[in-house]
């Protein structure tokens, strides 16, 4: 967490409209979603079904200047069989879907940011055409990712076999954009390695009218993430993330921020405030 001042660069400069998409839901697996919390302590924050899968949400943001539409993260998409389905319980909706909602098409595209490139993030970036091919999902856009991230995706370095899939990624390999490190790749849209879920995962601040807007991606999924403990089984370096995620508490605290939450079905919107009751503590709520 050592890049912040870009950050600092984003008040006063190129605001943009935020919209929060929801593009489809979806349940894993609760152990899997809490790591090393006990069932005992996290079904009492969120209720299992019969399978022990909880129900997640794929929120992305809709950035508008007036003159350019970014979309940040893709979801699932649609190139999944019924078996896959009824594995993670997915909705039949994408972001294409949710776009729709707001009068936008995947033409008026300019720029996509994702976060990383597992399925449940980048999926999305590509569909299968009428003649059976894959295409692009946005045909305009250039696609903004880690250059850490893309190459562990090449590669398939993940503890999740089936995770970073040549589906959404080869159709996009001549217009993918490779960052390193903090950076900020648009007028008013900064982004910084979030490490701890992936070795290239990286969280994006965008600047607004009313401050700064931060998408921590699987740093914080969902709002019952916020406990220090609660890293993934699938994440990569859960020390690491933990450490991260203290850290990015603390400064979201100071800074004022609003977060948006990538996978929380319910309230993906918040703040980050100090804990009334115990001031070493952060809670998160809802906007």
């Not at 992305?60 to 993670?88: F, Q």
Request: aromatic content about 6%; proline content about 8%.
């Amino acid at each position: 967490m050592s890049e912040r001042p870009i950050t600092r660069t984003l008040p006063g400069r190129h605001p943009w409209r935020v919209t929060v998409l929801r593009a489809g839901g979806f349940r894993l697996d609760g152990g899997g979603m809490f790591g090393i919390i006990p069932r005992t302590f996290w079904s009492t924050w969120i209720v299992p079904d019969e399978s022990n899968r909880i129900g997640l949400s794929c929120n992305c943001m809709l950035l508008d200047d007036g003159s350019r539409k970014v979309l940040v993260e893709t979801g699932c998409g649609d190139k999944w069989t019924p078996k896959d389905r009824a594995i993670y319980q997915m909705e039949v909706r994408t972001v294409v879907d949710a776009l729709a909602e707001h009068g936008v098409s995947p033409d008026d595209i300019d720029d996509v940011v994702v976060t990383h490139l597992h399925f449940d993030h980048a999926a999305g970036l590509t569909r299968v055409a009428s003649d059976g091919s894959l295409v692009r999902t946005f045909p305009r856009a250039r696609v903004h990712v880690q250059r850490r991230e893309w190459d562990d995706a090449l590669a398939n370095r993940s503890t999740m076999t089936k995770t970073y899939l040549p589906t959404h990624l080869e159709p996009i390999r001549s217009v993918v954009v490779l960052l390193d490190g903090a950076c900020e790749p648009l007028p008013g849209i900064a982004v910084r390695p979030l490490i701890g879920h992936t070795w290239g995962q990286q969280g994006v601040f965008v600047r607004t009218p009313e401050g700064v807007t931060v998408f921590p991606a699987d740093l914080i999924p969902t709002v019952h993430h916020i406990h220090p403990s609660a890293s993934m089984g699938y994440d990569m370096l859960p020390y690491e993330n933990m450490l991260n995620k203290r850290d990015f508490l603390a400064e979201a605290t100071g800074e004022g921020w609003v977060l948006v939450l990538d996978h929380e079905p319910a309230t993906p919107i918040v703040r980050a405030v100090p804990d009334s009751a115990d001031a070493s503590r952060t809670i998160l709520t809802p906007l």
